[in-house]
């Protein structure tokens, strides 16, 4: 009598293919690390190689806030001017009100903590899917910039200390053979903590629970609507921190910017396999892919591709990995 092999449930076959999916983007990423080295010797240059991490600290962030919604199975297209509206909030409070540096970045983080929660409660207590509710709270972030920095740049000139959030090296102090800038350091502290929140905590359970079946959880009891409020908050949060490590590297903040990151920050989340249904994704996949995005588009830059072509393969990575997103679902299912 032969004993018969149970086939493998969708759940095992989705989590096989998201290692997988994982394992491409590394992959991926080596290619293009070593095409790009070859195409031009400037590109493996130290300073170049800073400037990609650079990019990257705030994609990465970016990318890490949309990993949350998404994992819901939401969508949040305000992440790129939720950046730029806490940056401007923190002008506001350094420059304008003339207050100390902590009060700047509270104010950044709290921010956006706040619009998060706005986005939430839209989404989750009045029921506005979450695609109209983030549109409308992108464009009405894009015109409060505007409006309350007067349509010009913030200088931080009176804070001299506050570029050292981003472009200073903390860890370059203590190895000087290793001048790793502060803001990608955040990015990867801000990855442990957030990839920590995700498995080991109730609020990580209920991501990827809202994502897989909301329905089932709010039979069993669940407050559903109040932990996806969180959730919302916590990626709205995290945005202000990206918000304080673009306006410090650009030393102001520049209240027109922001618009097409979001594209940049989602098409790092798909491309490190997490599921743009819901119920399926990882931090070190996005990481992977927020450095996909950078290398891409800097070797691009390098090469002299013009800007208009590098929004063209923004494009069409978007629509290659949503597509392979979709085929891995087929047939885990």
């Known amino acids: 009598m032969t004993a018969t092999v149970p086939a493998a449930s969708p759940l095992n076959r989705l989590k096989a293919s998201g290692a997988q999916q994982k394992l491409l983007a590394f992959a991926s990423l080596i290619v293009l690390l070593i095409f790009f080295s070859i195409a031009s010797e400037n590109f493996l240059q130290t300073s170049n190689i800073i400037a990609i991490l650079q990019a990257t600290s705030v994609n990465g962030v970016l990318a890490i806030a949309a990993t949350l919604v998404i994992i ?3 969508i949040d297209l305000s992440v790129g001017t939720l ?18 540096l902590p009060f700047g970045i509270l104010a950044a983080i709290g921010m956006g903590a706040f619009c998060g929660l ?11 899917p979450p695609f109209i509710a983030t549109l409308g709270m992108m464009l009405i972030l894009k015109g409060l910039s505007l409006v309350i920095s007067g349509t010009k740049p913030i200088y931080f000139n009176d ?3 506050y ?12 190895i000087p053979a290793l001048p790793l800038p502060n803001g990608v350091l955040i990015l990867f502290l801000l990855a442990l903590f957030i990839s920590w929140v995700l498995n080991r905590t109730v609020l990580g359970r209920y991501t990827f629970a809202l994502g897989s079946n909301e329905e089932a959880v709010r039979l069993s009891g669940v407050n559903t609507d109040g932990w996806k409020i969180a959730i919302y908050a916590l990626a709205g949060g995290i945005c202000g921190i990206a918000g304080l490590l673009i306006s410090s590297r650009l030393n102001s903040a520049q209240p027109a910017l922001g618009l097409g990151y979001e594209l940049d920050a989602i098409a ?13 994704g990882s931090i070190l996949g996005t990481i992977i892919g927020a450095l996909i995005m950078s290398v891409l588009l800097n070797g691009l830059r390098i090469l002299s591709v013009a800007q208009e072509w590098q929004t063209v393969v923004t ?3 978007i629509i290659a990995a949503v597509y392979a ?9």
């Open 72 to 74: 819901t199975g939401g």
């Open 83 to 100: 950046m730029t509206f806490t940056a401007v909030v923190s002008g506001v409070v350094l420059t304008f009100w003339g207050m100390a």
């Open 118 to 128: 706005i986005s939430g409660t839209l989404i989750a207590r009045m029921k506005i």
């Open 159 to 161: 804070t001299p200390s």
């Open 163 to 174: 570029p050292e959030l981003s472009t200073g090296s903390l860890v370059g102090k203590l």
């Open 268 to 280: 790092a989340v798909v491309i490190g396999g997490t599921s743009l249904a819901g119920g399926r």
């Open 315 to 317: 494009g069409l990575i």
């Open 325 to 333: 997103d979709m085929l891995r679902r087929r047939r885990a299912g």
